[in-house]
């Protein structure tokens, strides 16, 4: 992990609940409360396709950009980015999906910022993974994350930690997109949506790692994305996060997408081969109501040609 200090701005409680909620429900836009209600698709599995081919069919049939109102926004498309990997290695986001959600956006007026609180070196990583020259090339806003952008915010639903420090453009944006890979970790058994969110937080990120599941759920709670895209074309299968060896990754072309990052990151699991029942990060968030493991009945797959 890089090491880094904390800036000592502070977000006032009443400002903080402006931009925070408990639960899921108070986190979806109105119209993802629309679609909740009307049994709308809101998780979508997508198999084939290139990535820009199947992002588009995961929106479509999430309702569309059109839904989010994006024109003159400020837009987070948030990958992983945090190893000094190749695209083929599986560590971070596939470089032509992160510049697809670019490209949607931007095509709706969006301004959109792309940035990842690195583990490795942030210039190798940025470079390495072909995220910076891909997302730049799409027109998007791409910087490392800077020691002085972290704001404290209260975690007033928090069972292990009662404030964390958090990346100001991620709490400031108007729409977060989480773009996380799907892969094998150490620690957390699969990592998808949830565990990206840790690259928009400041603070000693290692101690996170001791009382995982409560910890990781105190601080994601009130920074929940709008939407979570999950790239599983190429699954580090083992030897997660960092991987390095192309044996570690199996093709799977597949992309999960929808509003409830804990039924997209349910989803991906059994996409992985894991019962989502077993991860603990996700029972913790379940019982907290950030979401349901359980397939909604807005569950759809698609199988592009």
């Given at each position: 992990?890089?090491?880094?200090?904390?800036?000592?701005?502070?977000?006032?409680?009443?400002?903080?609940?402006?931009?925070?909620?408990?639960?899921?429900?108070?986190?979806?836009?109105?119209?993802?409360?629309?679609?909740?209600?009307?049994?709308?698709?809101?998780?979508?599995?997508?198999?084939?396709?290139?990535?820009?081919?199947?992002?588009?069919?995961?929106?479509?049939?999430?309702?569309?950009?059109g839904q989010f109102g994006a024109s003159g926004k400020t837009v987070v498309v948030k990958p992983n980015i945090g190893w000094d990997r190749t695209p083929e290695q599986g560590a971070n986001t596939d470089p032509d999906l992160v510049a697809a959600a670019v490209k949607a956006f931007k095509g709706e007026g969006a301004k959109v910022q792309v940035f990842d609180f690195t583990c490795n070196s942030a210039?190798?990583?940025?470079?390495?993974?072909?995220?910076?020259?891909?997302?730049?090339?799409?027109?998007?806003?791409?910087?490392?994350?800077?020691?002085?952008?972290?704001?404290?915010?209260?975690?007033?639903?928090?069972?292990?930690?009662?404030?964390?420090?958090?990346?100001?453009?991620?709490?400031?944006?108007?729409?977060?997109?989480?773009?996380?890979?799907?892969?094998?970790?150490?620690?957390?058994?699969?990592?998808?949506?949830?565990?990206?969110?840790?690259?928009?937080?400041?603070?000693?990120?290692?101690?996170?790692?001791?009382?995982?599941?409560?910890?990781?759920?105190?601080?994601?709670?009130?920074?929940?994305?709008?939407?979570?895209?999950?790239?599983?074309?190429?699954?580090?299968?083992?030897?997660?996060?960092?991987?390095?060896?192309?044996?570690?990754?199996?093709?799977?072309?597949?992309?999960?997408?929808?509003?409830?990052?804990?039924?997209?990151?349910?989803?991906?699991?059994?996409?992985?081969?894991?019962?989502?029942?077993?991860?603990?990060?996700?029972?913790?968030?379940?019982?907290?109501?950030?979401?349901?493991?359980?397939?909604?009945?807005?569950?759809?797959?698609?199988?592009?040609?």
């Amino acid at each position: 992990m890089n090491n880094m200090k904390t800036s000592n701005h502070s977000l006032s409680r009443r400002s903080f609940l402006g931009l925070s909620a408990a639960g899921t429900a108070a986190l979806l836009l109105p119209w993802q409360l629309d679609l909740l209600a009307q049994e709308a698709v809101t998780l979508v599995k997508v198999t084939g396709g290139t990535p820009e081919e199947a992002l588009a069919a995961a929106l479509d049939a999430l309702g569309g950009l059109g839904q989010f109102g994006a024109s003159g926004k400020t837009v987070v498309v948030k990958p992983n980015i945090g190893w000094d990997r190749t695209p083929e290695q599986g560590a971070n986001t596939d470089p032509d999906l992160v510049a697809a959600a670019v490209k949607a956006f931007k095509g709706e007026g969006a301004k959109v910022q792309v940035f990842d609180f690195t583990c490795n070196s942030a210039e190798r990583c940025y470079a390495r993974s072909g995220i910076e020259a891909a997302a730049k090339a799409a027109g998007a806003d791409v910087s490392h994350v800077h020691e002085k952008r972290f704001d404290v915010i209260p975690l007033p639903e928090g069972q292990k930690l009662r404030a964390w420090p958090i990346y100001r453009d991620w709490l400031r944006a108007d729409l977060r997109v989480n773009l996380p890979i799907l892969k094998h970790h150490s620690l957390a058994g699969v990592t998808a949506g949830l565990k990206n969110l840790m690259g928009v937080m400041g603070g000693s990120r290692s101690s996170i790692h001791n009382g995982f599941h409560q910890k990781l759920i105190d601080v994601a709670q009130p920074i929940l994305p709008q939407i979570t895209v999950v790239d599983a074309r190429r699954v580090m299968v083992k030897n997660g996060p960092t991987g390095g060896s192309l044996d570690d990754v199996r093709l799977m072309n597949t992309l999960i997408a929808g509003f409830d990052i804990v039924a997209v990151d349910a989803e991906s699991a059994r996409v992985f081969g894991r019962d989502p029942l077993e991860l603990g990060y996700l029972k913790e968030a379940q019982s907290r109501g950030l979401g349901s493991i359980e397939r909604p009945a807005g569950y759809k797959e698609i199988v592009l040609g």
